[in-house]
C-alpha cells in the first residue's frame, strides 16, 4: 500500500503533471513526471507540498471492466511504493495503464517503471548496504 504523503489527489496536480511535465511511453504504460522549483509554489498554482514524490494513476476502461482496473490499480501502487527511494523528493508521477497492462505479469511493469523513470532522468538506483563490497569480501 502507498501511504498517504505520496499520492497525488486532486484533478488539478494530474492535469499539471501530465501538461507540464515530461513523458515517456512504454509498451503497457506511459510516465508522465513533473519536478516542482520554487517558482512553482509562488505561482500559486500548486499545493502545499508534504514528503517525497508523490504518485498518481489513470487506469481507463480501455484496460478492462472494474475488475481488472482495479486489479491493475493495485499492482501499479504496490510497484509506486516499491521505487518511491529511488524517485528525487519534489517530483509528481502519473502513470497511465495501457490495455496491455492487465495481462503484463508485475516484473515486467515494474521494469517498465524503472526504464521509464530512468530514460526521463529520476531513477536513482537505490543505495548499498553498508559494510559489503563488490567482491563479496567484508
Not at 44 to 64: E, M, N, T, Y
Not at 79 to 102: F, K, N
Amino acid at each position: 500500500m502507498l501511504p498517504e504523503p505520496y499520492r497525488l489527489h486532486h484533478r488539478a496536480e494530474f492535469s499539471r503533471t501530465v501538461r507540464r511535465g515530461q513523458r515517456i511511453g512504454r509498451r503497457d504504460l506511459v510516465v508522465h513526471a513533473f519536478t516542482h522549483a520554487y517558482d512553482d509554489v509562488a505561482d500559486g498554482d500548486s499545493l502545499v507540498r508534504v514528503g517525497g514524490p508523490r504518485f498518481g494513476l489513470i487506469v481507463s476502461k480501455a484496460v478492462g471492466n472494474a475488475v481488472v482496473r482495479h486489479r491493475v490499480a493495485r499492482r501499479l501502487r504496490h510497484m509506486c511504493g516499491q521505487v518511491v527511494d529511488e524517485v528525487p523528493i519534489g517530483t509528481d508521477v502519473v502513470i497511465r495503464a495501457l490495455p496491455g497492462a492487465a495481462t503484463a505479469d508485475s516484473a515486467e511493469l515494474l521494469r517498465q517503471l524503472r526504464t521509464g523513470l530512468r530514460k526521463l532522468g529520476l531513477h536513482q538506483a537505490p543505495e548499498p548496504a553498508l559494510g559489503r563490497t563488490s567482491a563479496g569480501a567484508p
